[in-house]
Each structure stands twice: as C-alpha cells, then as structure tokens.
C-alpha cells in the first residue's frame, strides 16, 4: 500500500525563506535518488510548526529511504533550517468511497511523479480479473488520473481490480513523443507481476478521450514493428474498452482539433472536471495554436506519416485484439466520426472493431457510471470479456 511519511519540525520566522529554499532542494533531490517518492505536501500548522506529508509508493521504497537517511547535502541541508524534530511517523493512505475508507497501493513505474498508477483491489482475495484505466484531457498536464473515479468505483462493485494510471502529459517534462507513449506502454505492461491478487490473463484496457487514444494505442502495439515505441508488450490485453476516444489523429491533426484550449475563459463542456494543474494551462494555451496533435506526435499528418501509422488507431495495423469504440452523436469535443473511421479501418483489415454510437450521449455520458442508456452496455462488453457474471438489476 501506499506509505505516507509524517514529520513535523519547528523553525523560527527568521528561518523560514531559508527552510522553504532547502526544501525545494531536497524534493529535487529525492526525485532523482529515492526509488518510489510519489509526492510531497508541506503544510504549515501555526507560526513556528510545520507538517511535511511525503509519499511513498509501497512499503520497500519507504523502507529505502528510510535506511538512505541523510546521505545527500540536500538533506542535510534542509534538516540544518529547522530547529526541532517534533515528530516522525508513517501511514497508509485511504481514499474516500462511497462504502467507506478503502486503501489504495500507489504504484510508480518510473522516476517521473507522473510515472505512477493507482492500484485498487475488490474485498477479498482474488485472484481478480483487471482494467487498466488511462483518463483524458487533450493529453495534457492540466487534468490528471482523478477524474475517473466514478468508473474506479462501478469497476470495482463488479469485483474487478483497477490499476488507474498518469502518464506524463504535453506541458510536463517529458510529455508528448515519444514520453507519452512509452509512459503507457510501460503502465500497462506493469500490470502483470503487479500483485499476486490480479489476474494478469484477464486484462481489459479503458480510457476516455485522449486515454481512449492511448488505450486503444496500447492495444494495438502487439502489431507494431519492431524497434517502434511500445512494440512488443508485455501485457496482453483480452479487450480495449474507448470511450470518446480521439482515434484518427490525422483527421484531428487536419481540423486542428485541441484549439479550444487557446481560450482558458470559454465556459467548460456539460460533466468536465476543473484542471488539476490550472498554472500549467498558459503555456499549453500559447503553444497549441495548430492543434493539440502535434505537441502530442511531435509532427503534423502531411509532414511524418510513418508516425501516424504507429501512434494513430485508425491508421495502425490490426493486433487481433477487439475494441469497443463507443461515442455519443452529441460529443461536444471529440466527433464521432472519429471512432467510426477507426472501427472501419480495422474491420476492414479483418480485426475485431466494434463501433456503437449513442443517441444523445455527450462527451462525459461515457464515463457516467449513473448514465441509464450508455453505461450498462460498457459494464456487458467489459464483463463478456473478462468472463464475469453481471450483478442482476433491482
């Protein structure tokens, strides 16, 4: 499970600019040398104390860490501001469900702190069949993996375990080609060894928009050549599941699709979240100008076609896994047309594409678990794959 690191310190006022200063430093530092640091929290209790929240991704990074102690200036550096250690304990993390607390392991598969997943186990012991769940938001750092929780949780109702992943996204370091790419890849292939509780033979992966990209991508890398990013997987999923997913990126390319990031004041489609990252927003905005496709591929359509043909469903290869490409008519951010041209695409090279398109649905009904026309179809195909039996209605 996830361990949180708990310490609290005092430091006079005149002391203050100084810890802040050494603090800064030290995180930089654990980003490089601690295997596992997810996060850091400092918090500031009255005038003179302070509680520094760190997380760990499991028990043997904390352990790490811990054993390491002060063995890089950095630390020393910042331990040097303070003027007394008040308290040091350790904790593991919950997050609130509707049923109650539930625990949740963070599991980071590379140094980045956008190189993290969260892992969420059903009660009992397994093993369980697992989704892989890669959330949207034009590929960019502004929105994060916590906006789909909803679908953690119907997920979990139906006793599938989820492993709910970030990636580094256009406007973080790393972001877009090749980062994006080889961040899902190696998120997904994470799955098999990941707990002995997962069922790594029974692997669904779903996203929404720019995730259903990248899931559907991802399921599609077994048909990749070798030596091309994300080429051959590990994991090997029995089903993609996108859900308003920007599938044909030389057609999003061509209608310069992402622009309306450019106006930060335009008011939000009907269900999307505010941006987790809002001061990362500017700078998107100002480079997005012809669309957010090339900041993602690192090309426009007419200028590299070979990348198209490794990062674009509708232009890759068959892989032999089926896809569910669901839409709703009235998606007001990504068309439609999209995932039809990729399902068409791929059936017409004898793979297993099925496109349904929902009357009515916006762009965020796709990931409303309370949705009465759209989801219970996405919970039949994910059950029919996975092999499971659906909870009877009523």
Not at 51 to 63: G, I, K, Q, R
Request: proline residues 7%; charged residues 20%.
């Amino acid at each position: 499970m996830s361990v949180i690191e708990l310490t609290t310190f005092i430091v006079g006022n005149d002391r203050v600019s100084e810890m802040l200063s050494a603090r800064h430093a030290m995180i930089e530092a654990f980003r490089v040398d601690r295997r596992g640091f997810i996060a850091a929290k400092l918090i500031r209790l009255d005038e003179r104390t302070w509680l520094d929240a760190v997380e760990w991704a499991d028990d043997a990074a904390y352990d790490e860490s811990s054993a390491k102690g002060g063995n890089l200036p950095e630390i020393a550096a910042f331990f040097a501001t303070i003027d007394s250690l008040v308290e040091a304990r350790r904790g593991t993390r919950y997050d609130d469900a509707e049923d109650g607390p539930r625990t949740v392991r963070t599991v980071a598969y590379g140094p980045h702190p956008s190189q993290v997943g969260e892992l969420y186990l059903p009660e009992g012991s397994g093993p369980f069949p697992g989704v892989v769940l890669v959330h949207g938001g034009f590929w960019t750092a502004m929105w994060d993996r916590r906006q789909i929780l909803p679908v953690v949780e119907d997920l979990l109702s139906l006793g599938i375990a989820v492993y709910n992943v970030d990636y580094r996204r256009v406007g973080e370091e790393g972001g877009g080609w090749p980062g994006t790419f080889a961040d899902v890849a190696a998120a997904v292939d994470t799955i098999v060894g990941i707990d002995p509780a997962v069922d790594a033979e029974r692997i669904v992966l779903v996203g929404h928009s720019a995730g259903g990209h990248l899931a559907t991508w991802a399921g599609l890398r077994g048909a990749l050549p070798t030596g091309a990013v994300g080429a051959d997987p590990v994991a090997r999923p029995v089903g993609v599941v996108s859900l308003s997913g920007v599938l044909d990126l030389v057609a999003a390319d061509g209608e310069k699709f992402g622009t309306a990031l450019e106006d930060m004041d335009a008011e939000p489609i009907w269900g999307a979240p505010p941006p987790a990252r809002p001061e990362v927003w500017p700078a998107v905005a100002a480079a997005v100008t012809g669309g957010i496709v090339p900041l993602l591929v690192g090309a426009h359509a007419d200028k590299d076609s070979e990348r198209f043909a490794v990062t674009s469903p509708a232009q890759m290869r068959a892989s032999g896994v089926p896809v569910l490409a669901l839409h709703g008519d009235a998606d007001e951010a990504v068309p439609a047309s999209y995932s039809r041209a990729f399902a068409e695409s791929i059936t017409a090279q004898g793979g297993q594409a099925e496109f349904v398109e929902c009357a009515g649905g916006r762009h965020f009904d796709t990931v409303d678990p309370a949705n009465p026309e759209i989801w219970p179809a996405v919970r039949a195909w994910i059950a029919e794959r996975l092999g499971i039996t659906l909870p009877k209605a009523g």
